[in-house]
């Protein structure tokens, strides 16, 4: 009896140990390594994704703005080339949903948007705009968050929920390869297959081996060939035109190796198979890019932070920080308003948001950005709650020590493949514990001294609503939502003028079904039902939604219907050219939200704190360090 219940013991160990190998969270999603194409970031699936899977954590999005414009004397000058080197690593706001702040708004962002790479045969993935143009806020209004009475009004973004999307099925190891636009991806060369070169070639090949499995052996082998060789030269030369000899190349000598691609996966895995790696060469040579999740911080006004998604040993990688420089940074960031533009006398200087998350050394002209996943979420613990701490990478692949013995000036042409730094946990972290560094004591002084001053400095203040506010009432999770008004035409302009947000619509209608409204006038109205997609039928992109940045316009909701239970409609006017007289009608109450208007978001406020962190001094490298004086402490903000 004793032996039976000692084998049920085992058994039972043996069970739990595979039920928590089984753990989906233990899993990396993700995976940041050298690209297969080039020596360059890549990112790479950890397990396999399905068509329209979120791949990675929900990440945050900085927005700067007018930096050329503020930056205009470095046109064509060497610095000039330098800070379109880092802007060149970064997104347009188009792209993450910040496009309203500004005349021009660029995204600094972290993790797979940041690191996966382009390919022109292989797109399997995108960035997920949905996700940041219909992002909430309720897990941090209702922590009691208030942003006009908060110190940290300013001082941290609010955009986050950046995230990617497969667009098919991604193999686990396969690397996620992005879509920057046909010019980026060479898109028209025809030297070398497009995508769609692959996914054309991929029908007509399973087309094939229905054909030859069904009539080869009754043709033989001499009238196959002969069949296979004039698809090849004569069909294909007919049918892809320009493209054939690209299309051309993809297929196999014989029709016999035509199962052989299909089994592969396709004829783009097939022609290109070092893109997909092996996953225990991945967890050797690759750097984890999931470990980290987004949640309100613990301390106070901070916003948001990042928490650990699993339990983490001392020493081990917590996330990699692949960095972007920016020479004269703290120049380049600067805003200055002029008292007198002819006279150039100065007034006011401020800072970018972006300069909040730029790391810094009081030695060196230039800044850095640390571009990893999640980790523009992590806060100061100070030197007491910190739980880790920046160190360089050792990975072979990533040649840190050549960077180290440039100069400053040359680092901008320097890929964040070798400038890369590895946020290590300096004592056990527990799942679901947030994740702290140390900025530092200048920036511990300087956040001290703008907080105590806080309440003096708003005394007098008056804040309207934000964006962030009026989305609560409309769209806050776990609250009915709450109707949009009609559009009120009576409202008095000051009163508007007062308003530091504005309605936007996502837009996106079929010109196929147009309907005329008769005016009271006489004149007639074009109205369209609005559509979640193009209607091109089942080749769509899932991507190509109404749900894009290039789709949000402004709009006033004339008319209103449904209810909580079916869901609001609206009829919406928007405001397309002055006269169109376009009506689209059937727009769903989520497709309709608050932005803040540009240049009147918090992010824009002279009295936000702005104070950049501090790379540490025991391993920043002393050829970069090209300042003799120290920048006086009293200039930061």
């Known amino acids: ?50 068509r329209d899977d979120v791949i990675g954590s929900h990440d945050a999005i900085v927005q700067f703005t007018d930096i050329r414009e503020h930056n205009s004397e470095l046109v064509g000058e060497d610095d000039g080339i330098r800070l379109e080197n880092f802007l060149s690593t970064c997104w347009s706001g188009d792209a ?24 022109v045969g292989m797109i399997n993935s995108v960035i997920y705009q949905p996700s940041t143009l219909l992002r909430t806020d309720s897990d941090l209004l209702s922590s009691g968050y208030d942003e006009t009475t908060s110190p940290g009004r300013g001082a941290f973004t609010t955009y986050h929920n950046l995230t990617l999307l497969a667009l098919d099925k991604i193999p686990a190891g396969m690397e996620l390869f992005l879509d920057f636009g046909a010019e980026y991806n060479k898109y028209d060369d025809t030297s070398k297959p497009n995508i769609d070169d692959y996914r054309k070639m991929d029908e007509a090949m399973e087309k094939m081996v229905g054909f030859f499995n069904k009539h080869a052996e009754s043709i033989g082998e001499k009238a196959s060939d002969e069949v296979y060789d004039f698809m090849k030269k004569d069909v294909l030369d007919l049918t892809a035109e320009k493209r054939a000899e690209a299309a051309r190349a993809l297929l196999p000598e014989t029709y016999h190796g035509l199962q052989a691609i299909i089994d592969k996966g396709g004829s783009a895995l097939f022609s290109n198979p070092e893109v997909v790696k092996d996953l225990d060469w991945l967890k050797m040579n690759g750097y984890c890019q999931d470990n980290l999740v987004a949640g309100v911080s613990a301390i106070k006004h901070a916003g948001r932070g990042a928490f650990a998604a699993r339990d983490m040993k001392k020493g081990e990688v917590v996330a990699p920080m692949p960095v972007v420089t920016m020479n004269q940074g703290r120049s380049a960031l ?15 200087r401020t800072y970018q948001l972006l300069y909040n998350y730029m790391l810094e050394h009081p ?25 880790a701490k920046m160190m360089w990478s050792t990975k072979s692949w990533s040649n840190v020590q050549g960077a180290h013995e440039l100069g400053v000036s040359d680092l901008s042409g320097v890929g964040a493949i070798d400038i890369m730094l590895e946020l290590v946990a300096t004592r056990p972290i527990k799942k679901g514990e947030e994740v702290l560094l140390d900025y530092g004591d200048d920036w511990a002084d300087a956040w001290n001294e703008h907080s ?13 609503k934000s964006a962030m506010v009026l989305n609560e009432i409309h769209h806050g999770v776990g609250k009915p939502p709450q109707p949009f008004s009609i559009n009120d035409a009576d409202k008095k302009s000051e009163d508007k003028e007062k308003d530091i947000a504005e309605l936007k619509c996502q837009l996106m209608y079929d010109e196929d079904k147009i309907e005329r409204r008769r005016n009271v006038d006489g004149t007639r109205t074009k109205i369209y039902p609005w559509i979640p997609h193009p209607v091109a039928g089942e080749s769509r992109l899932k991507s190509d939604t109404a749900f894009r940045g290039v789709n949000r316009v402004g709009c006033d909701i004339l008319e209103r219907s449904g209810d909580e239970q079916s869901g609001f409609k609206y009829v919406v006017l928007p405001h397309f050219d002055e006269g169109s007289g376009v009506l689209v009608k059937n727009v769903p109450h989520h497709a309709i939200r608050y932005v803040d208007k540009p240049y009147r978001s918090a992010q824009h406020e002279l009295t936000a704190f702005r104070h950049s962190i501090q790379f540490p001094d025991e391993i920043f490298p002393n050829a970069w360090r090209d300042l003799s004086d120290v920048p006086d402490a009293k200039d930061e903000l």
């Open 1 to 50: 009896m004793e032996t039976k219940s000692s084998i049920l013991s085992i058994l039972l160990a043996a069970a739990t140990l595979v039920s928590a190998k089984k753990d989906p969270s233990d899993q990396c999603g993700v995976y940041l390594a050298e690209s297969s194409t080039d020596h360059i970031l890549g990112s790479y699936a950890g397990r396999s994704y399905q």
């Open 96 to 119: 993450t949903g910040g496009m309203n702040e500004a005349m021009e708004v660029i995204s600094a962002v972290g993790g797979p948007c940041f690191s996966s790479t382009g390919h």
């Open 334 to 348: 600067s805003i200055v308003e002029y008292e007198d533009e002819e006279e150039e006398i100065e007034g006011t």
């Open 363 to 387: 030695q060196s002209s230039a800044l850095f950005y640390a571009a990893g996943p999640l980790t523009s979420f992590i806060n100061h613990g100070g030197k007491k709650k910190a739980n």
């Open 452 to 464: 105590n001053k806080w309440k003096d400095t708003i005394k007098d203040a008056s804040f309207a």
